[in-house]
């Protein structure tokens, strides 16, 4: 078990280094359609070395120009949701500070939100309305923070407004994590007082997880309150978790 690990710890860090070199060297004179090939990639090795395979999900095709929403269950979700989608993300602080990936994270474009700082969220607001004016997807997760398995918080429904602004329709996402037998995976957790290390080390040492993305049918923000679509998001998140995978 331990021999294990620390394999593929080392293939961890192996790949974090690529990520960085990619990141630093090639990102400042590529477009934006092949930096999100490059992260496509990466974060397909990274879950791929953390014994994770990825399938994509549910009847309706990823729109490339909307605002994009899902539950939120571990720090692997920005993983797996640019392996299937490449997205521009938008993410509470605290994940900047996750040792290295968080590093990774800022240098792939990550937009990071801080408490109590009203200025710096409409600062950000503005930034996500031009970008998806510009034809861009956004990604973000209105539960705020990670939940159980089988569990969705409260959706905030500020950003949402963002897609309203830009005539962006909204696209929700349901993410799990499936063990061999197809049950909820719970390795894959992130809550409560776990570190990032421990998580870390459990998923690595752990048996292989199955994470399923379901894409579920956008809905449209022209016209709508931003509550409504929060409320709209939640309830087609909640439907699709309930669901068998």
Request: glycine share 8%; aromatic share 8%; hydrophobic share 50%.
């Amino acid at each position: 078990m331990k021999i294990k690990l620390a394999f593929r710890l080392s293939r961890v860090l192996l790949h974090v280094i690529k990520g960085f070199a990619t990141c630093a060297l090639l990102f400042p004179w590529l477009d934006e359609a092949r930096r999100n090939g490059h992260i496509q990639r990466w974060s397909r090795q990274l879950l791929g070395i953390c014994g994770i395979t990825v399938e994509l999900a549910g009847s309706s095709a990823p729109a490339a120009h909307a605002l994009l929403v899902a539950n939120h269950v571990s720090w692997l979700d920005i993983f797996l949701i640019n392996a299937l989608c490449p997205s521009r993300f938008v993410a509470k602080s605290e994940i900047r500070a996750w040792p290295v990936l968080g590093r990774l994270a800022v240098m792939a474009g990550t937009v990071f939100i801080v408490r109590g700082r009203p200025r710096d969220l409409r600062h950000i607001f503005q930034g996500l309305v031009a970008s998806l004016r510009q034809g861009q997807r956004v990604a973000f997760f209105p539960e705020g923070t990670t939940a159980a398995q089988g569990t969705l918080l409260p959706f905030h429904a500020n950003l949402f407004e963002a897609a309203i602004d830009a005539g962006a329709p909204v696209q929700p996402y349901a993410l799990r994590y499936l063990d061999a037998q197809g049950a909820l995976h719970p390795g894959a957790n992130y809550i409560g007082d776990t570190s990032f290390a421990e998580s870390m080390v459990t998923i690595l040492s752990g048996p292989p997880m199955h994470a399923q993305l379901v894409c579920l049918a956008p809905i449209e923000a022209r016209g709508a309150h931003r509550r409504e679509l929060a409320g709209a998001a939640h309830a087609a998140i909640g439907a699709a978790l309930q669901r068998r995978a």
